[in-house]
Each structure stands twice: as C-alpha cells, then as structure tokens.
C-alpha cells in the first residue's frame, strides 16, 4: 500500500516548487479549500509589538509629518533670532555659529535614525508577511479555479456522451 504524504509534506514539496503527482494535489486543494489560509496581517503584527515598538512607531509618525518640519523649522528660525537679535552679547546663549544648535541637531538625528529605521524595519517585515499570505491566497485561488475547470470538462464531457446517447436512441427508434 502506498503511503499518503501528510499536508505538511505536500505543502513543503509545493514550496519547494517540486512536481506534484494528481493525488497529492488533490490532497492539497482539499487543504487550502478546506481551511482558510488568509490571515489579518495588521492584527497579527499588532499582537507580536513591543512597547518600544509602538514608540518607534509613533516617533516616525510624528517625526515624518509637515507637522514636525513646520515646527521644527519654527524653533531653528526662534533659536537663530533668539541668539542673534533679541539677546546680545554677554548675554546670548549660543552665538554665532551655532554650536549648541549643531551640538542639538546631531544628537537629534543621531538618536531619530535608528528609530526610524526600527519602525522602517517592522514595516519591511509586516510587508514580507502580506506577500507571503496574498501568496497563499493566490495559490488557493488558482488551485480552486483549476479543480473548477476540471469538474466543467468532467461536465462537458458527460454532457456529450448523453448527447451522443440520446442521439443514438432517436435513431434506433
């Protein structure tokens, strides 16, 4: 008797793009219709997030808006004019050229990048997980669709042989 390949061991020959013979196909449209494959992405991901992920996350949004340029650019214009019109001399707390300004920007990008690119990451990974499902939802589709035009051939060609009954019944009549 042969032995029946398991639903994991055709799964795994069909992502190994190896061959199937009809039987285990058969095996896995019985699988894939039998079972839903498609999964919520955006759940899934939200149930494996950190704390420090939701933070990368809500740093990029907020960092990436015009909100945060417009803002940003508001206090490098009031940091300029503070220290170079409204204090003067003695008094000014970075004069020109800047270097405590410098000194903010860097740490400030040095800090904001790796956050960024955390969230960037995450994205990159949730995107990956989304192909791979429309991957497997394509498969299933296509399988069914396959598995559909079969059964009409079946039909159509039943259909023929009782046509072709039929036809020779009225004319032994």
């Given at each position: 008797?042969?032995?029946?390949?398991?639903?994991?061991?055709?799964?795994?020959?069909?992502?190994?793009?190896?061959?199937?013979?009809?039987?285990?196909?058969?095996?896995?449209?019985?699988?894939?219709?039998?079972?839903?494959?498609?999964?919520?992405?955006?759940?899934?991901?939200?149930?494996?997030?950190?704390?420090?992920?939701?933070i990368?996350?809500?740093?990029?949004?907020?960092?990436?808006?015009?909100?945060?340029?417009?803002?940003?650019?508001?206090?490098?214009?009031?940091?300029?004019?503070?220290?170079?019109?409204?204090?003067?001399?003695?008094?000014?707390?970075?004069p020109?050229?800047?270097?405590?300004?410098?000194?903010?920007?860097?740490?400030?990008?040095?800090?904001?990048?790796?956050?960024?690119?955390?969230?960037?990451?995450?994205?990159?990974?949730?995107?990956?997980?989304?192909n791979?499902?429309?991957?497997?939802?394509?498969?299933?589709?296509?399988?069914?669709?396959?598995?559909?035009?079969?059964?009409?051939?079946?039909?159509?060609?039943?259909?023929?042989?009782?046509?072709?009954?039929?036809?020779?019944?009225?004319?032994?009549?």
């Amino acid at each position: 008797m042969e032995k029946r390949k398991t639903k994991k061991e055709i799964v795994e020959m069909l992502l190994r793009n190896n061959a199937l013979d009809s039987k285990d196909e058969e095996e896995l449209l019985d699988l894939l219709v039998d079972q839903p494959i498609s999964i919520d992405v955006d759940k899934q991901e939200e149930a494996k997030m950190t704390k420090g992920d939701r933070i990368a996350d809500k740093v990029s949004e907020i960092a990436g808006s015009w909100g945060f340029i417009i803002c940003f650019s508001g206090f490098l214009i009031f940091w300029i004019v503070l220290n170079s019109v409204i204090l003067s001399g003695d008094k000014q707390i970075d004069p020109y050229p800047f270097i405590l300004l410098n000194l903010l920007l860097s740490c400030l990008a040095a800090l904001q990048a790796p956050v960024i690119m955390m969230s960037q990451n995450r994205q990159a990974a949730k995107d990956s997980l989304r192909n791979q499902n429309d991957y497997r939802t394509d498969l299933k589709s296509e399988l069914i669709l396959e598995e559909l035009h079969d059964k009409m051939d079946e039909i159509l060609k039943n259909q023929r042989k009782l046509m072709k009954n039929m036809e020779d019944n009225n004319e032994k009549k």
